[in-house]
């Protein structure tokens, strides 16, 4: 007998044929004798629309609220999928995050998991109930709801697992593993057997949107083994899982992009110590995450610093710019049509020339790099959207990735 975390996301549960579906594939793991818990995202589409009411009231609304709407979503699907495995007759009954609880902090609209209490859900599935609990959603020290950020299900997910001690994590999405790129955009991108916690966290925090970032992070903390599968085929998905897992290491496991990227540049700002920390200390207090950051070196005193944020976070970070920013600058400008394009793995440790390979492919296409950044297994560029297609396929062959 094994204990198993399952995770249905949106397209996986879209509508009620689809969760009956679900509901059979999880009465399979209770039917093998296994210890299960599900956790559900909302029906595809669902938590778009609601974000759109909110939005639609007013563009910048209380994130409380934006919670307590955002939330219903996955509260659906947990209670619909409950009644679809009693339909079975397998025994099941649905968990709202305040009921277990799943405890966070008080950023509301991407708060972070600070607890779970796995007892109760323990005891009934030691009884044989499938324990059905709504993604996404946990409850703030304020005793309010609060949610996990978009994508957050995956996360609830890999903290169950850990909260549980499950013996494996299944994500059940629409695509059936990890690609070496998003193969929509390059069709000979290869699906990886497994991927190490560090490649796929890089992966995940670069775009590839395959598993949210937070979950991964858990998941490598806990070393929870986590599959991602396609609820749609029987196929073998691809593990995550520690690096001694993995036999064959390649150089460069991925290549992933995100389009959700805007550029700020201050440009002419005084060039003396506390300025850094005067820009991006206002940012930090508003919870605006700020990824690439490049400063050039001063001519007349003064310097451009130029940072990059999500292009859903630009507008309350130009606000926080123009009102809370104490640095005195003399131009404000940003720009929404990029996009972050990162080559991604462990093989880069040990190997020098990875990064040459990336700025010559992209020279050779007459691609022009805005800001590069790098870390110990990936190497980021920026470079203007409409080159996204070009330049992950001719990533992908300098690296040598394409399918044989
Ligand atoms: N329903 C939420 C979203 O669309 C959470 C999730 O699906 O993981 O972001
Ligand atoms: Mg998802």
Not at 66 to 94: F, H, K, M, N
Not at 232 to 237: C, E, I, L, R, V
């Amino acid at each position: 007998m094994a204990r198993i975390v399952q995770k249905f996301g949106g397209t996986s549960v879209g509508d009620i044929a689809r969760i009956k579906n679900v509901a059979k594939r999880v009465k399979a793991e209770v039917d093998r004798g296994n210890q299960v818990a599900v956790v559900v995202s909302a029906m595809s589409g669902v938590t778009n629309q609601l974000v759109a009411y909110c939005t639609e009231i007013a563009p910048l609304h209380d994130q409380h609220e934006y919670d307590a709407v955002v939330a219903t979503g996955e509260q659906v699907t947990s209670g619909l999928l409950a009644i679809a495995l009693q339909e079975l007759g397998v025994p099941a009954r649905s968990w709202a995050g305040w009921q277990l609880p799943i405890t966070t902090d008080d950023a509301h609209g991407k708060a972070r998991i600070m607890s779970i209490d796995g007892a109760g859900i323990i005891k009934r599935m030691e009884e044989g109930q499938v324990a059905v609990i709504a993604g996404f959603q946990g409850l703030g020290p304020d005793n309010r709801v609060t949610t996990l950020g978009r994508g957050g299900s995956d996360t609830t997910a890999v903290a169950v697992a850990a909260a549980v001690k499950a013996d494996r994590c299944d994500i059940y999405t629409d695509v059936d593993g990890v690609y070496t790129t998003d193969p929509r955009i390059v069709p000979s991108a290869r699906k990886l057997d497994k991927i190490t916690y560090e490649e796929m966290l890089e992966s995940a925090s670069s775009g590839a949107k395959v598993l949210q970032t937070r979950s991964v992070e858990m998941a490598m903390k806990h070393h929870v083994r986590v599959q991602v599968l396609s609820s749609f085929s029987d196929a073998p998905g691809t593990l995550v899982c520690d690096e001694e897992e993995i036999v064959e290491k390649e150089l460069v496991s991925g290549i992933a992009y995100s389009r959700d990227e805007a550029k700020v540049t201050l440009v002419g700002v005084e060039d003396h110590p506390g300025i850094a920390a005067g820009i991006f200390g206002p940012l930090a207090a508003a919870n605006i995450n700020v990824d690439m950051i490049v400063q050039n070196i001063s001519h007349d005193g003064t310097t451009d610093i130029t940072f990059t944020t999500t292009r859903t976070e630009l507008d309350r970070a130009l606000q926080v710019v123009k009102d809370n920013m104490k640095v005195p600058y003399k131009s404000l400008s940003s720009d929404k049509s990029v996009v972050k394009v990162s080559v991604i793995g462990v093989g880069m440790r040990s190997h020098a020339g990875v990064a040459q390979t990336m700025f010559k492919a992209l020279a050779d296409k007459n691609i022009n790099i805005h800001v590069i950044s790098t870390s110990e297994i990936k190497v980021s560029v920026l470079i203007s959207e409409e080159y996204t297609e070009l330049a992950l396929r001719a990533l992908h062959t300098a690296y040598g990735l394409d399918a044989a």
